[in-house]
Protein backbone atom coordinates (compact mmCIF):
# COMPACT_ATOMS: atom_id res chain seq x y z
CA UNK A 1 0.00 0.00 0.00
CA UNK A 2 1.84 3.06 -1.31
CA UNK A 3 1.03 5.03 2.24
CA UNK A 4 2.84 8.02 2.45
CA UNK A 5 5.77 7.31 4.42
CA UNK A 6 7.94 10.23 4.10
CA UNK A 7 6.99 13.77 2.84
CA UNK A 8 8.55 17.55 3.71
CA UNK A 9 6.63 20.21 3.92
CA UNK A 10 6.47 22.67 1.38
CA UNK A 11 5.77 23.47 -1.95
CA UNK A 12 8.69 21.77 -3.98
CA UNK A 13 8.42 18.53 -2.34
CA UNK A 14 4.68 18.87 -3.60
CA UNK A 15 5.33 20.11 -7.03
CA UNK A 16 8.02 16.78 -7.53
CA UNK A 17 5.56 14.78 -6.84
CA UNK A 18 3.12 16.05 -8.97
CA UNK A 19 6.04 15.94 -11.99
CA UNK A 20 6.22 11.95 -11.09
CA UNK A 21 2.28 11.56 -11.17
CA UNK A 22 1.04 9.44 -14.04
CA UNK A 23 -2.15 10.56 -13.57
CA UNK A 24 -1.58 14.05 -13.66
CA UNK A 25 -2.49 15.11 -17.40
CA UNK A 26 -6.37 14.52 -16.14
CA UNK A 27 -6.21 17.60 -14.80
CA UNK A 28 -6.19 19.65 -17.72
CA UNK A 29 -9.50 16.96 -18.92
CA UNK A 30 -11.75 19.27 -16.40
CA UNK A 31 -12.54 23.09 -15.72
CA UNK A 32 -10.86 24.48 -12.98
CA UNK A 33 -13.13 27.58 -11.81
CA UNK A 34 -11.24 30.59 -12.00
CA UNK A 35 -9.90 32.56 -8.75
CA UNK A 36 -8.62 36.11 -9.82
CA UNK A 37 -6.47 35.66 -12.34
CA UNK A 38 -5.31 32.27 -11.42
CA UNK A 39 -7.39 28.87 -10.29
CA UNK A 40 -9.64 28.04 -7.22
CA UNK A 41 -8.07 25.28 -5.43
CA UNK A 42 -11.08 23.12 -5.31
CA UNK A 43 -11.10 20.04 -2.59
CA UNK A 44 -14.82 20.09 -2.98
CA UNK A 45 -15.50 17.03 -5.33
CA UNK A 46 -17.42 15.21 -2.77
CA UNK A 47 -20.11 17.63 -3.28
CA UNK A 48 -20.13 18.16 -6.72
CA UNK A 49 -17.21 17.10 -9.12
CA UNK A 50 -15.62 19.41 -11.85
CA UNK A 51 -16.99 19.67 -15.21
CA UNK A 52 -15.00 17.69 -17.96
CA UNK A 53 -14.08 20.01 -21.25
CA UNK A 54 -15.64 17.34 -23.37
CA UNK A 55 -18.78 17.57 -21.94
CA UNK A 56 -19.64 20.94 -23.36
CA UNK A 57 -19.39 18.88 -26.94
CA UNK A 58 -21.25 15.59 -25.76
CA UNK A 59 -24.16 18.26 -25.15
CA UNK A 60 -24.14 19.96 -28.08
CA UNK A 61 -23.52 16.73 -30.16
CA UNK A 62 -27.01 15.84 -28.48
CA UNK A 63 -29.15 19.49 -29.12
CA UNK A 64 -27.68 19.29 -33.07
CA UNK A 65 -29.12 15.72 -32.88
CA UNK A 66 -32.32 17.02 -31.85
CA UNK A 67 -32.12 20.21 -34.03
CA UNK A 68 -31.41 18.06 -37.47
CA UNK A 69 -33.05 14.68 -37.14
CA UNK A 70 -35.84 15.41 -34.40
CA UNK A 71 -37.49 12.02 -33.65
CA UNK A 72 -35.50 10.28 -36.19
CA UNK A 73 -32.31 10.92 -33.87
CA UNK A 74 -33.44 7.84 -31.66
CA UNK A 75 -31.82 5.61 -34.25
CA UNK A 76 -30.23 7.86 -36.55
CA UNK A 77 -28.31 10.49 -33.95
CA UNK A 78 -24.54 10.01 -33.54
CA UNK A 79 -25.08 8.36 -30.28
CA UNK A 80 -28.79 7.09 -30.93
CA UNK A 81 -31.15 7.76 -28.18
CA UNK A 82 -33.42 4.60 -28.35
CA UNK A 83 -30.18 2.39 -26.99
CA UNK A 84 -28.62 5.75 -24.91
CA UNK A 85 -28.69 4.28 -21.26
CA UNK A 86 -26.51 1.10 -23.00
CA UNK A 87 -24.07 3.04 -23.62
CA UNK A 88 -23.26 4.01 -20.43
CA UNK A 89 -23.63 0.15 -18.89
CA UNK A 90 -19.98 -1.04 -19.47
CA UNK A 91 -17.80 1.74 -17.78
CA UNK A 92 -20.58 2.12 -14.67
CA UNK A 93 -20.49 -2.12 -14.45
CA UNK A 94 -16.33 -1.47 -14.57
CA UNK A 95 -16.53 1.13 -11.85
CA UNK A 96 -18.31 -0.41 -9.38
CA UNK A 97 -17.79 -3.87 -9.86
CA UNK A 98 -20.84 -5.36 -11.19
CA UNK A 99 -21.80 -7.57 -14.46
CA UNK A 100 -23.42 -4.94 -17.02
CA UNK A 101 -26.88 -6.79 -15.87
CA UNK A 102 -26.67 -5.74 -12.66
CA UNK A 103 -26.04 -2.14 -13.13
CA UNK A 104 -28.44 0.63 -14.95
CA UNK A 105 -28.52 4.52 -14.90
CA UNK A 106 -31.51 6.16 -14.03
CA UNK A 107 -33.65 8.64 -12.04
CA UNK A 108 -31.84 10.30 -9.07
CA UNK A 109 -30.29 8.68 -5.79
CA UNK A 110 -33.53 9.08 -3.56
CA UNK A 111 -35.59 7.73 -6.14
CA UNK A 112 -33.87 4.70 -6.64
CA UNK A 113 -33.71 4.40 -2.76
CA UNK A 114 -37.54 4.50 -2.70
CA UNK A 115 -37.58 1.71 -5.81
CA UNK A 116 -35.44 -0.63 -4.32
CA UNK A 117 -37.14 -0.34 -1.16
CA UNK A 118 -40.35 -0.59 -2.81
CA UNK A 119 -38.93 -4.57 -3.87
CA UNK A 120 -36.42 -5.29 -1.04
CA UNK A 121 -37.90 -3.64 2.15
CA UNK A 122 -40.99 -6.23 2.59
CA UNK A 123 -41.35 -6.26 6.40
CA UNK A 124 -43.66 -8.75 8.70
CA UNK A 125 -45.01 -8.47 11.80
CA UNK A 126 -42.22 -11.02 12.91
CA UNK A 127 -39.22 -9.17 11.12
CA UNK A 128 -40.38 -5.21 10.33
CA UNK A 129 -37.31 -3.01 11.22
CA UNK A 130 -34.30 -1.92 9.19
CA UNK A 131 -31.00 -1.20 10.37
CA UNK A 132 -29.69 2.32 9.76
CA UNK A 133 -26.82 4.54 11.43
CA UNK A 134 -28.05 7.22 13.33
CA UNK A 135 -26.04 10.05 11.42
CA UNK A 136 -27.42 8.77 8.10
CA UNK A 137 -27.53 11.52 5.19
CA UNK A 138 -31.18 12.75 5.95
CA UNK A 139 -32.69 12.23 2.33
CA UNK A 140 -32.10 8.50 3.41
CA UNK A 141 -33.44 8.21 6.66
CA UNK A 142 -36.83 10.29 5.20
CA UNK A 143 -37.57 7.42 2.77
CA UNK A 144 -36.55 4.85 4.77
CA UNK A 145 -39.04 6.35 7.85
CA UNK A 146 -42.12 7.20 4.90
CA UNK A 147 -41.45 3.58 3.83
CA UNK A 148 -41.99 2.10 7.35
CA UNK A 149 -45.32 4.38 7.68
CA UNK A 150 -46.17 3.12 4.21
CA UNK A 151 -46.35 -0.25 5.61
CA UNK A 152 -48.52 0.82 8.48
CA UNK A 153 -44.89 0.25 10.78
CA UNK A 154 -43.91 2.51 13.85
CA UNK A 155 -40.80 4.08 12.79
CA UNK A 156 -39.86 4.08 16.58
CA UNK A 157 -39.89 0.24 16.46
CA UNK A 158 -38.50 -0.49 13.09
CA UNK A 159 -36.05 1.86 12.21
CA UNK A 160 -32.47 0.48 14.32
CA UNK A 161 -30.21 3.26 14.21
CA UNK A 162 -26.77 2.32 14.91
CA UNK A 163 -24.74 5.42 16.97
CA UNK A 164 -20.89 5.58 16.56
CA UNK A 165 -19.03 3.53 19.06
CA UNK A 166 -15.40 4.78 17.89
CA UNK A 167 -13.87 7.90 18.81
CA UNK A 168 -15.04 10.98 16.47
CA UNK A 169 -18.27 9.00 16.00
CA UNK A 170 -16.78 6.09 13.34
CA UNK A 171 -18.69 2.62 13.44
CA UNK A 172 -16.52 -0.29 13.90
CA UNK A 173 -17.51 -3.73 12.31
CA UNK A 174 -18.26 -5.21 16.17
CA UNK A 175 -20.84 -2.47 16.48
CA UNK A 176 -22.84 -4.16 13.46
CA UNK A 177 -22.44 -7.46 14.04
CA UNK A 178 -23.45 -6.55 17.99
CA UNK A 179 -26.73 -4.90 16.34
CA UNK A 180 -27.25 -7.75 14.53
CA UNK A 181 -26.69 -10.46 16.85
CA UNK A 182 -28.88 -8.37 19.42
CA UNK A 183 -31.87 -7.29 16.92
CA UNK A 184 -31.27 -9.80 13.63
CA UNK A 185 -34.42 -12.05 13.70
CA UNK A 186 -36.35 -8.73 13.61
CA UNK A 187 -34.72 -6.97 10.84
CA UNK A 188 -35.88 -7.01 7.54
CA UNK A 189 -32.95 -4.68 6.24
CA UNK A 190 -29.75 -3.36 6.59
CA UNK A 191 -29.07 -0.28 4.87
CA UNK A 192 -25.75 1.56 5.23
CA UNK A 193 -23.60 4.16 3.34
CA UNK A 194 -20.11 2.31 1.60
CA UNK A 195 -18.28 6.39 2.46
CA UNK A 196 -19.87 8.09 5.71
CA UNK A 197 -20.54 11.46 4.61
CA UNK A 198 -19.49 13.21 7.44
CA UNK A 199 -16.71 11.21 8.91
CA UNK A 200 -15.48 10.23 5.41
CA UNK A 201 -15.49 6.48 7.11
CA UNK A 202 -14.74 3.29 4.44
CA UNK A 203 -17.15 0.77 5.27
CA UNK A 204 -16.50 -3.03 4.78
CA UNK A 205 -19.37 -3.92 2.44
CA UNK A 206 -18.72 -7.77 1.67
CA UNK A 207 -18.31 -8.04 5.66
CA UNK A 208 -21.51 -6.38 6.60
CA UNK A 209 -23.24 -8.43 3.70
CA UNK A 210 -22.09 -11.64 5.43
CA UNK A 211 -23.13 -10.83 8.87
CA UNK A 212 -26.53 -9.71 7.66
CA UNK A 213 -27.13 -12.73 5.72
CA UNK A 214 -26.23 -15.02 8.26
CA UNK A 215 -29.33 -13.49 10.41
CA UNK A 216 -31.61 -13.74 7.53
CA UNK A 217 -31.81 -9.98 5.95
CA UNK A 218 -31.62 -8.14 2.97
CA UNK A 219 -28.39 -5.49 2.37
CA UNK A 220 -28.50 -2.27 0.68
CA UNK A 221 -26.04 0.39 0.18
CA UNK A 222 -25.66 3.88 -0.40
CA UNK A 223 -22.93 4.68 -2.45
CA UNK A 224 -23.14 8.41 -3.18
CA UNK A 225 -19.76 9.20 -1.59
CA UNK A 226 -18.11 5.94 -2.42
CA UNK A 227 -18.78 5.34 -5.96
CA UNK A 228 -15.82 6.80 -7.98
CA UNK A 229 -13.44 7.37 -4.77
CA UNK A 230 -13.13 4.02 -3.46
CA UNK A 231 -13.34 0.59 -5.36
CA UNK A 232 -15.91 -1.13 -5.09
CA UNK A 233 -16.96 -4.70 -5.61
CA UNK A 234 -20.77 -4.54 -5.73
CA UNK A 235 -21.13 -8.12 -7.08
CA UNK A 236 -18.57 -9.73 -4.57
CA UNK A 237 -19.78 -8.23 -1.89
CA UNK A 238 -23.16 -9.74 -2.16
CA UNK A 239 -25.36 -7.04 -1.72
CA UNK A 240 -28.66 -7.20 -2.58
CA UNK A 241 -29.37 -3.97 -4.04
CA UNK A 242 -26.80 -0.48 -4.10
CA UNK A 243 -27.74 3.11 -5.00
CA UNK A 244 -25.77 6.12 -6.04
CA UNK A 245 -25.60 9.91 -7.29
CA UNK A 246 -23.28 10.62 -10.30
CA UNK A 247 -22.85 14.45 -9.98
CA UNK A 248 -20.29 13.77 -6.65
CA UNK A 249 -16.89 12.10 -7.23
CA UNK A 250 -18.25 10.92 -10.97
CA UNK A 251 -18.34 14.64 -11.95
CA UNK A 252 -21.42 14.34 -13.98
CA UNK A 253 -23.04 17.61 -13.23
CA UNK A 254 -25.65 18.73 -10.93
CA UNK A 255 -28.87 16.42 -10.53
CA UNK A 256 -27.21 13.98 -12.60
CA UNK A 257 -28.63 10.53 -13.78
CA UNK A 258 -28.02 8.21 -10.86
CA UNK A 259 -26.59 4.46 -10.38
CA UNK A 260 -28.56 1.73 -9.08
CA UNK A 261 -27.08 -1.67 -8.88
CA UNK A 262 -29.60 -5.33 -8.30
CA UNK A 263 -27.84 -8.17 -7.76
CA UNK A 264 -27.90 -11.23 -9.99
CA UNK A 265 -29.52 -13.32 -7.61
CA UNK A 266 -32.26 -10.93 -8.24
CA UNK A 267 -31.94 -10.79 -12.08
CA UNK A 268 -35.49 -13.23 -12.80
CA UNK A 269 -37.23 -12.53 -9.89
CA UNK A 270 -40.96 -11.61 -11.71
CA UNK A 271 -42.44 -12.43 -8.68
CA UNK A 272 -40.85 -9.68 -6.32
CA UNK A 273 -43.10 -6.30 -5.64
CA UNK A 274 -41.49 -3.90 -7.91
CA UNK A 275 -43.03 -0.08 -9.16
CA UNK A 276 -43.33 -0.77 -12.78
CA UNK A 277 -43.08 1.66 -16.15
CA UNK A 278 -42.63 0.81 -19.68
CA UNK A 279 -38.96 1.33 -20.12
CA UNK A 280 -38.36 -2.09 -17.65
CA UNK A 281 -40.56 -3.78 -19.57
CA UNK A 282 -38.89 -6.80 -21.56
CA UNK A 283 -36.77 -5.04 -24.55
CA UNK A 284 -37.76 -7.68 -27.32
CA UNK A 285 -41.62 -6.77 -26.64
CA UNK A 286 -41.32 -3.52 -25.06
CA UNK A 287 -43.25 -1.74 -28.63
CA UNK A 288 -45.57 -3.96 -29.01
CA UNK A 289 -47.73 -1.66 -26.53
CA UNK A 290 -49.40 -4.79 -24.88
CA UNK A 291 -51.43 -4.42 -21.19
CA UNK A 292 -49.29 -7.13 -19.49
CA UNK A 293 -46.17 -5.96 -18.02
CA UNK A 294 -43.23 -8.59 -18.25
CA UNK A 295 -39.74 -6.97 -16.46
CA UNK A 296 -36.34 -7.33 -18.86
CA UNK A 297 -34.25 -9.36 -16.39
CA UNK A 298 -32.01 -7.53 -14.57
CA UNK A 299 -31.44 -4.28 -13.15
CA UNK A 300 -32.63 -2.75 -16.64
CA UNK A 301 -36.36 -4.66 -15.19
CA UNK A 302 -36.77 -1.47 -12.05
CA UNK A 303 -36.38 1.26 -15.34
CA UNK A 304 -39.32 3.62 -15.28
CA UNK A 305 -38.98 6.30 -18.30
CA UNK A 306 -37.13 6.66 -21.14
CA UNK A 307 -33.94 8.55 -20.12
CA UNK A 308 -32.95 12.18 -20.05
CA UNK A 309 -30.62 11.71 -22.57
CA UNK A 310 -29.20 15.72 -22.24
CA UNK A 311 -28.77 14.21 -18.41
CA UNK A 312 -27.28 11.31 -19.92
CA UNK A 313 -24.95 12.79 -21.86
CA UNK A 314 -21.94 13.95 -19.41
CA UNK A 315 -22.31 10.50 -17.63
CA UNK A 316 -21.26 8.86 -20.69
CA UNK A 317 -18.29 11.55 -20.99
CA UNK A 318 -17.34 10.92 -17.18
CA UNK A 319 -17.42 7.24 -17.26
CA UNK A 320 -15.43 6.86 -20.24
CA UNK A 321 -12.61 9.17 -18.50
CA UNK A 322 -12.51 6.76 -15.11
CA UNK A 323 -12.35 3.91 -18.01
CA UNK A 324 -8.79 5.38 -19.00
CA UNK A 325 -7.97 6.33 -15.56
CA UNK A 326 -8.84 2.90 -14.09
CA UNK A 327 -10.20 2.98 -10.40
CA UNK A 328 -7.15 1.17 -8.69
CA UNK A 329 -5.15 3.32 -9.89
CA UNK A 330 -7.17 6.13 -8.77
CA UNK A 331 -6.97 4.92 -5.57
CA UNK A 332 -3.77 4.19 -5.78
CA UNK A 333 -2.80 7.86 -6.11
CA UNK A 334 -5.83 8.71 -3.93
CA UNK A 335 -4.25 6.99 -0.78
CA UNK A 336 -1.03 8.68 -1.09
CA UNK A 337 -2.59 12.19 -2.16
CA UNK A 338 -4.66 11.90 1.25
CA UNK A 339 -2.67 10.42 3.30
CA UNK A 340 -0.24 13.19 2.18
CA UNK A 341 -2.85 16.03 3.19
CA UNK A 342 -3.43 14.03 6.50
CA UNK A 343 0.33 13.87 7.80
CA UNK A 344 0.56 17.39 6.84
CA UNK A 345 -1.93 18.71 8.61
CA UNK A 346 -0.58 16.28 11.79
CA UNK A 347 2.70 17.93 11.10
CA UNK A 348 2.17 21.78 10.24
CA UNK A 349 -1.66 22.37 11.83
CA UNK A 350 -2.41 19.73 14.51
CA UNK A 351 -3.57 23.15 17.12
CA UNK A 352 -5.65 24.48 14.76
CA UNK A 353 -7.55 21.30 12.67
CA UNK A 354 -8.28 17.58 14.26
CA UNK A 355 -8.72 15.08 11.53
CA UNK A 356 -12.00 13.00 12.36
CA UNK A 357 -11.70 10.21 9.36
CA UNK A 358 -10.30 6.70 10.53
CA UNK A 359 -6.71 6.95 10.31
CA UNK A 360 -6.25 3.79 8.82
CA UNK A 361 -5.86 4.35 4.98
CA UNK A 362 -8.43 1.67 4.21
CA UNK A 363 -11.00 2.84 6.07
CA UNK A 364 -11.25 6.36 4.34
CA UNK A 365 -11.41 7.38 0.89
CA UNK A 366 -10.63 10.76 -0.68
CA UNK A 367 -11.90 12.99 2.11
CA UNK A 368 -10.83 14.11 5.24
CA UNK A 369 -13.57 15.74 8.06
CA UNK A 370 -11.66 18.38 9.69
CA UNK A 371 -12.38 19.92 13.01
CA UNK A 372 -11.34 23.28 13.88
CA UNK A 373 -10.89 23.76 17.37
CA UNK A 374 -10.66 26.98 19.49
CA UNK A 375 -13.90 28.91 20.22
CA UNK A 376 -17.04 28.72 18.53
CA UNK A 377 -16.51 31.90 15.31
CA UNK A 378 -13.47 30.04 14.80
CA UNK A 379 -14.51 27.32 12.30
CA UNK A 380 -16.45 29.96 10.49
CA UNK A 381 -13.65 32.61 10.21
CA UNK A 382 -11.13 29.79 9.28
CA UNK A 383 -13.48 28.60 6.03
CA UNK A 384 -14.15 32.30 5.19
CA UNK A 385 -10.71 32.82 5.08
CA UNK A 386 -10.10 29.92 2.99
CA UNK A 387 -12.62 30.88 0.44
CA UNK A 388 -11.17 34.36 0.26
CA UNK A 389 -8.14 32.70 -0.98
CA UNK A 390 -10.08 30.29 -3.72
CA UNK A 391 -9.86 27.24 -1.63
CA UNK A 392 -12.65 25.81 -1.78
CA UNK A 393 -13.83 23.19 0.62
CA UNK A 394 -17.81 22.74 2.27
CA UNK A 395 -18.67 23.39 5.39
CA UNK A 396 -20.71 21.38 8.29
CA UNK A 397 -22.14 23.13 11.41
CA UNK A 398 -21.01 23.70 14.15
CA UNK A 399 -17.46 22.82 13.42
CA UNK A 400 -16.62 20.87 10.43
CA UNK A 401 -14.07 21.60 7.14
CA UNK A 402 -14.69 18.79 4.99
CA UNK A 403 -11.77 18.40 1.96
CA UNK A 404 -11.48 15.65 -0.75
CA UNK A 405 -8.59 16.21 -3.06
CA UNK A 406 -9.58 14.27 -5.69
CA UNK A 407 -7.33 11.58 -7.96
CA UNK A 408 -8.51 12.78 -10.83
CA UNK A 409 -8.10 16.55 -10.67
CA UNK A 410 -6.35 17.47 -7.32
CA UNK A 411 -2.22 17.99 -7.32
CA UNK A 412 -0.21 17.63 -4.10
CA UNK A 413 0.52 21.24 -4.54
CA UNK A 414 -3.31 21.44 -3.78
CA UNK A 415 -2.99 19.91 -0.20
CA UNK A 416 0.36 21.75 0.22
CA UNK A 417 -1.31 25.66 -0.48
CA UNK A 418 -4.77 24.38 1.61
CA UNK A 419 -2.52 23.64 4.65
CA UNK A 420 -0.30 26.77 4.09
CA UNK A 421 -3.30 28.92 3.89
CA UNK A 422 -5.08 27.38 7.46
CA UNK A 423 -1.03 28.25 9.17
CA UNK A 424 -1.29 31.81 7.88
CA UNK A 425 -4.62 32.31 9.47
CA UNK A 426 -3.75 31.02 12.59
CA UNK A 427 -0.18 33.31 12.63
CA UNK A 428 -2.70 36.41 11.26
CA UNK A 429 -4.87 35.16 14.32
CA UNK A 430 -2.47 35.42 17.23
C1 LIG B 1 -25.58 13.21 -1.79
C2 LIG B 1 -26.40 12.23 -1.08
C3 LIG B 1 -27.78 12.11 -1.32
C4 LIG B 1 -28.49 13.05 -2.27
O1 LIG B 1 -29.67 12.51 -2.77
P1 LIG B 1 -30.27 13.00 -4.18
O2 LIG B 1 -31.43 12.13 -4.37
O3 LIG B 1 -29.18 12.82 -5.20
O4 LIG B 1 -30.61 14.45 -4.06
C5 LIG B 1 -28.47 11.12 -0.66
N1 LIG B 1 -27.86 10.29 0.21
C6 LIG B 1 -26.54 10.38 0.48
C7 LIG B 1 -25.88 9.45 1.44
C8 LIG B 1 -25.77 11.36 -0.15
O5 LIG B 1 -24.48 11.48 0.13
Excluded at 66 to 86: C, D, I, T
Excluded at 266 to 285: I, K, M, N, V, Y
Excluded at 363 to 371: A, D, P
Excluded at 417 to 427: I, K, L, P, T
Aim: charged share 25%.
Amino acid sequence: MPAVTDFEPGLDWARAQDRADALAAFRGEFCLPPHGDGEQIYLCGNSLGLMPHATRQALADELDDWSRLAVEAHFRGRHPWMPYHGFVREHLAELVGALETEVVAMNSLSVNLHLMLVSFYRPTAQRPAILLEKRAFPSDRYALESQVRFHGFDPAQALIELDGDEANGTISLAAIERALHEHGERIALVLLPGVQYLTGQVFDLAAIVRLAHAKGCLVGFDLAHAVGNVPVDLHDSGCDFAVWCHYKYVNSGPGAVAGCFVHERHAHSERRPRFAGWWGHDQATRFQMGPDFHPTPGADGWQLSNPPILALAPLRVSLEIFHRAGIARLRQKSLALTGYLARLIEHAVPDVLDVLTPAEPQRRGSQLSLRVKGPRDAGRALFEHLSREGIVGDWREPDVIRVAPTALYNRYEDAARFVDAVDRWRAARR
